[in-house]
């Protein structure tokens, strides 16, 4: 039977310890996991199961951790996160488990998500409605949740914004206006509201 022969707390993460069996390294544990695993004591004898409930324990922690801080870097929806568990080939249950976890202490929320992703846009894009609800769309958020986004961070006059500054910055590197024109509406951008941008340029 597997017995516990020693304890260490991380040198690079004191809040987590080094769990060893049989002298040799077996699984982490945070300071409160340990202290709610009672079984976990140095000289304590564990069975199979046991050793293979607390190793799987450890991979969803390390990996709660790692989906922090990609939040962290910058926020998530949940169908990203979804998908990165996917593809590292977690089962079901355990992306079901993690996702609502992430959901249940505030670090995942597809309505501010969506919120932050039109915002951050405006701010960093010249970008059109429609192209807004492709990125966010792709991003797995839904209809509803788009319009009430886009509703209420981004204004018919932020479009327009967005278009003359782009028709600014573009028009010089397109040889003809309708090669523009393609271009903008390949962006997003309605055509009868180009034509209104262009003309007033024209006119300017």
Same mark, same amino acid.
């Given at each position: 039977m597997p017995i516990i022969t020693d304890i260490k707390i991380q040198v690079k993460n004191r809040d987590k310890v080094s769990v060893y069996i049989d002298e040799k390294y077996s699984f982490s544990l945070t300071i409160s996991q340990l202290t709610d695993h009672k079984q976990v004591r140095v000289k304590s004898h564990l069975k199979d199961d046991q050793v293979e409930d607390l190793k799987k324990l450890s991979s969803q922690t390390n990996q709660y951790l790692r989906l922090l801080n990609l939040i962290y870097a910058r926020p998530r929806s949940e169908y990203e996160i979804r998908t990165k568990l996917r593809l590292k080939k977690f089962e079901q249950e355990e992306i079901d488990q993690l996702v609502d976890k992430l959901k249940k202490e505030g670090y995942l929320n597809d309505k501010e998500f969506a919120n932050w992703w039109v915002n951050s846009r405006k701010l960093t894009r010249n970008i059109s409605s429609l192209k807004l609800k492709s990125e966010l769309a792709q991003k797995?958020?839904?209809?509803?949740?788009?319009? =009430?986004?886009?509703? +209420? +961070?981004?204004?018919?006059? =932020? %479009?327009? +914004?967005?278009?003359? =500054?782009?028709?600014? /910055?573009?028009? /010089? $590197? &397109? %040889?003809? %206006?309708?090669?523009?024109?393609? &271009?903008?509406?390949? $962006?997003?951008f309605n055509y009868s509201q180009i034509k209104e941008v262009l003309n007033k340029e024209e006119t300017s």
């Open positions: 797995g958020i839904k209809g509803e949740v788009v319009e =009430d986004a886009l509703a +209420n +961070n981004f204004s018919k006059e =932020d %479009e327009l +914004n967005s278009l003359k =500054d782009l028709v600014k /910055n573009k028009k /010089n $590197k &397109y %040889e003809s %206006e309708q090669k523009l024109m393609s &271009y903008l509406v390949s $962006k997003g």
